[in-house]
């Protein structure tokens, strides 16, 4: 079966001067699926999001978002798209029901107001509709600003860090609607710094490095690359040492001690290392144990291990042009 891509970009490059913010980047997103682009800040994530709306112009590279040439359709583009930024693009003085038909009528959406009604009930926000926006709390103005981005019905919708700042309510509210979102055939493509974030609604995720897609792949193939972490606590200090050789023998990999824990651990892509083999190894060793686990990984592993090494230039969260070329 062929897949068809929503976006598609190949070696897009951009500089700020001297600094190289993206250095070819190639990324993919299937149609009707969830990518989250994942990454340290000042990684290239804004930047990217930037010139796939068509905010900025590349320097190098090609990319077509739903069908048509980044640069040579930019109009088509953005009459396709979808888009929430990092920061609102509400207008605190008028009402949520006044923002969103002033945004159809700026898209010459037909019947705006009966738009506007559809997605502010859609998103909860009826009985807030006319009060100054100005009013309402940040989880309610983030889902007008949703809402605002969705007035066309995209079919490309770019959420750059949408939920950053939220409470788990506010949050799971806008989850509910990206979910909702990609049933009805929406692609989208998510920026978050919030790990559970992706693992819980991208299909796929590209982890971008120094302004390069680094590794891709679905949650589960990502963790895959890291492995399990198994960790054992010892009830005497001094068998710490004879607890690492075992973990050392049955796993090849190296492992790291943990003196005021009294614990080892080690991470590994055996899978025929399981915890009852690990608890009885361990007593024929003579290993006395206080307790032992086995951890399957998180995405909070994949991003620290695929990601070691990579230190963002201290400056403005989500400003690419802050690492150093």
Not at 63 to 92: F, K
Not at 109 to 121: I, N, S
Request: charged letters at 25%; a negative charge.
């Amino acid at each position: 079966m062929t897949t068809t891509y929503a976006v598609l970009s190949e070696g897009l490059e951009k500089r700020f001067g001297e600094v190289r913010a993206l250095r070819g980047l190639d990324l993919a997103v299937a149609e009707g699926t969830v990518c989250g682009m994942l990454g340290p800040n000042g990684a290239g994530k804004t930047t990217a999001v930037r010139l796939l709306t068509t905010l900025l112009r590349p320097d190098a590279g090609s990319a077509r978002i739903a069908g048509h040439d980044l640069v040579r359709e930019a109009a088509a583009v953005r009459r396709r798209i979808g888009v929430t930024g990092q920061d609102t693009s509400i207008d605190g003085d008028l009402t949520g029901r006044e923002n969103l038909r002033l945004f159809a009528r700026l898209h010459r959406v037909g019947g705006a107001a009966g738009r506007a009604d559809e997605l502010l009930d859609r998103f909860g926000l009826t009985e807030a509709a006319d009060r100054p926006a100005s009013g309402w709390s940040g989880g309610m103005r983030r889902r007008l600003d949703l809402a605002a981005s969705l007035i066309r019905r995209p079919e490309v919708l770019f959420l750059d860090e949408p939920t950053t700042g939220l409470d788990p309510a506010s949050r799971t509210l806008i989850w509910e609607a990206v979910r909702e979102l990609t049933r009805e055939g929406t692609s989208v493509l998510l920026t978050t710094q919030y790990l559970e974030e992706a693992d819980r609604l991208a299909d796929d995720i590209a982890l971008v490095d120094r302004g390069r897609v680094a590794h891709t792949g679905s949650p589960a193939e990502l963790k895959a690359l890291v492995g399990t972490h198994a960790e054992v606590i010892v009830a005497d200090p001094a068998a710490l040492a004879a607890a690492a050789g075992v973990l050392d023998r049955l796993t090849g990999s190296q492992p790291s001690l943990d003196r005021e824990r009294n614990a080892v651990g080690v991470v590994t892509k055996d899978a025929t290392v399981t915890l009852p083999h690990l608890v009885r190894t361990l007593d024929a060793a003579g290993v006395p144990l206080l307790d032992a686990s086995l951890r399957p990984p998180t995405l909070d592993d994949v991003f620290l291990r695929l990601t070691e090494g990579s230190v963002a230039f201290a400056g403005r969260p989500g400003d690419d042009k802050e690492r150093a070329a």
